[in-house]
Nanobody, 121 residues
Framework: QVQLVESGGGLVEPGGSLRLDCAAA????????MGWYRQAPGKQRELVAE???????NYEDSVKGRFTISRDNAKNTVSLQMNSLKPEDTAVYYC???????????????WGQGTLVTISS
């Protein structure tokens, strides 16, 4: 139905920057809220940042002032610019989107496959 494809993970030193991108494609009528979650080893998946279709944003406290989420409604994409990265940001990052599915006229959430972000010197 709908696929979310992430890109941009990798290894970076503490204090560095990375940008994650996610593109939604498929049977899409409209993409509502988009966001990024992360899951570190041995921990639960947690919200990092999310953005509504109108542009309202919400950030997890530890990333405020360091991460910026943005989206392009015309392209159904969401990005996460991550600056001043810390070792504790190491995790698998997942893209999530709430999508109005064209063929069913219902809304449901979709997840990307995850991209690994490693912060280490």
């Amino acid at each position: 139905q709908v696929q979310l494809v992430e890109s941009g993970g990798g290894l970076v030193e503490p204090g560095g920057s990375l940008r994650l991108d996610c593109a939604a494609a498929g049977d899409i009528l409209v993409v509502h809220t988009m966001g990024w979650y992360r899951q570190a080893p041995g921990k639960q998946r947690e919200l990092v940042a999310e953005i509504t279709r109108s542009g309202s944003t919400n950030y997890e406290d530890s990333v405020k002032g360091r991460f910026t989420i943005s989206r392009d409604n015309a392209k159904n994409t969401v990005s996460l610019q991550m600056n001043s990265l810390k070792p504790e940001d190491t995790a698998v990052y997942y893209c999530r989107a709430v999508v109005g599915v064209k063929s069913t006229y219902t809304s449901r959430e979709f997840w990307g496959q995850g991209t690994l972000v490693t912060i280490s010197s």
